[in-house]
């Protein structure tokens, strides 16, 4: 038996999955946001999934809302026997969590119950959590509380950003659908239900989030640079303009002199390889950085060109 799969995703996480069911399964439809403005020239543009959907002449749906009836109309006509959603980026309704037999299952970036919500892969990275995963659940109508249908954990390394960390649980979670979907159809799987006692959450990530804290120790600022790469990115001020910092090493060793002549949390002081800035708690190695209006950039070369910026402070 053929089963009809309907996919609901949006960003580049989702596309792995999808290629997966185009692979394994009849998918009769794809369903993702609205185009977006994107770009200096803010012209609206497909998402990653509408592309690939477009490429394999798939059927597309993009409505601005599961609620509205004309959409839940047009979904219910491509008769799904199941929809696998990634990433979608829209809460669903009742009215489609109820409508195919197999129900809804989401392929989540995280080990549930740990990091519910949007920014799971970004919130494991701040946590300094040492591994993550990908799992698979059946959803209900709270805010990823469904049922485990299986997982997969992933050790986080020290260069993870939330771009290549997330890249490397798409393929995982697209790897784990395909081994876990035959069996969820074939009945052969017995949903288990979450701790709630373990649960946490990732809320969506807010661009001010990115403002840097040099009171904060630098371990913590390091794991920020790359929780929030490249997205919104980490950011500090130089000379009134921002300045984001793209990759940054905590110092293994302690500053010298931490007591009352140290100098004040932001100043900027000469690393044995470049700038490094004084925070809390140790030193932050800036190694790549992106003044305002250009592009990144070697931070030893943007030291050289800016002057003051060593023996400065950031803010």
């Given at each position: 038996m053929t089963h009809r799969v309907v996919f609901m995703g949006t960003p580049q996480f989702a596309l792995p999955a999808l290629q997966t069911l185009i692979e394994n399964y009849s998918v009769v439809g794809v369903v993702t946001q609205p185009d977006r403005p994107r770009g200096r020239?803010?012209?609206?543009?497909?998402?990653?999934?509408?592309?690939?959907?477009q490429q394999h002449r798939l059927p597309v749906l993009q409505p601005a809302s599961l609620r509205d009836p004309e959409a839940l109309a047009e979904l219910r006509n491509l008769r799904p026997d199941v929809i696998v959603v990634a990433a979608f980026g829209q809460i669903l309704p009742t009215t489609v969590l109820d409508l195919p037999p197999a129900g809804c299952i989401n392929v989540h970036a995280s080990l549930l119950p740990r990091w519910r919500?949007?920014?799971?892969?970004?919130?494991?990275?701040l946590a300094g959590d040492d591994t993550t995963g990908v799992t698979i659940m059946k959803m209900d109508a709270g805010l990823d509380t469904g049922?485990?249908?299986?997982?997969?954990?992933?050790?986080?390394?020290?260069?993870?950003?939330r771009e290549s960390l997330t890249a490397r649980l798409a393929?995982?979670?697209?790897?784990?659908?395909?081994?876990?979907?035959p069996d969820w159809l074939a009945g052969a799987i017995e949903p288990r239900p979450q701790d709630e006692s373990l649960a946490t959450y990732a809320p969506q990530i807010k661009k001010e989030q990115g403002h840097i804290n040099w009171r904060e120790p630098a371990d913590d600022i390091a794991r920020k640079v790359?929780?929030?790469?490249?997205?919104?990115?980490?950011?500090t001020h130089w000379q009134d303009k921002p300045l984001k910092i793209l990759r940054a090493v905590?110092?293994?060793?302690p500053l010298s002199g931490e007591d009352d002549r140290?100098?004040?949390?932001?100043?900027v002081i000469a690393g044995p390889d470049g700038p490094a800035v004084v925070t809390g708690r140790g030193v932050l190695h800036l190694y790549e950085v992106q003044p305002a209006g250009r592009r990144p950039m070697p931070a030893d070369a943007f030291a050289r060109g800016a002057r003051g910026f060593v023996g400065g402070r950031l803010t």
């Open positions: 020239g803010r012209k609206p543009q497909p998402s990653p999934v509408k592309k690939l959907a919500g949007a920014a799971p892969v970004a919130a494991a990275i049922p485990i249908l299986s997982q997969r954990s992933l050790a986080i390394t020290p260069q993870d950003t393929r995982l979670g697209a790897d784990l659908l395909r081994d876990t979907l790359r929780a929030f790469y490249p997205w919104p990115g980490a950011f905590a110092a293994t060793e140290r100098p004040a949390t932001g100043t």
